[in-house]
């Protein structure tokens, strides 16, 4: 008969780090994602001043639209961060489908990407309808 004795006591402890470090990852994503939010809301506001204000020349209103357009986007995707941050924690992600326009979507990101890259031309074609619950 024979025995072997391991100790595996530093095994657990660096299992155990390594859980401690990828939570507190995960949480400080969550809060940074949180804390994004305050000031894109009021960037957001400021662009829609910009707008309401009917002051502003065609290609300035363009312009003013286009980051109205891309804090919401900004706030869907910190939105699906913090999911994503929720799933990872175990509280799990809210699914709530809303009657969208894939179309306007598609338009949104191409006319960002226009702005970002003014000398590119992006084309975008679709057939169908794109409007559904999604």
Same mark, same amino acid.
């Given at each position: ?35 994004? +939010? ?9 662009? =829609?001043? /910009?707008?309401?204000?009917?002051? #502003?020349? %065609? &290609? ?15 706030? +869907? ?9 929720? =799933?990872? /924690?175990?509280?799990?992600?809210? #699914?709530? %489908? &809303? ?26 074609? =679709? ?8």
């Amino acid at each position: 008969m024979g025995s072997v004795l391991v100790d595996v006591t530093r095994h657990k402890q660096a299992e155990a780090e390594l859980r401690a470090s990828a939570e507190f990852r995960e949480r400080f994503l969550g809060i940074v994602g949180h804390d994004l +939010r305050n000031p894109l809301s009021s960037i957001r506001m400021g662009a =829609s001043f /910009l707008v309401a204000s009917e002051q #502003l020349p %065609p &290609a300035l209103e363009r312009t003013a639209s286009r980051i109205i357009n891309s804090t919401d986007r900004m706030t +869907r995707m910190i939105t699906e961060l913090l999911d994503f941050t929720r =799933s990872r /924690l175990g509280s799990g992600i809210p #699914l709530n %489908p &809303a009657a969208t326009d894939l179309g306007q979507v598609a338009r949104q990101v191409v006319e960002e990407l226009e702005l970002v890259h003014p000398h590119r031309t992006v084309k975008v074609t =679709s057939t169908g309808p794109l409007t559904g619950n999604w």
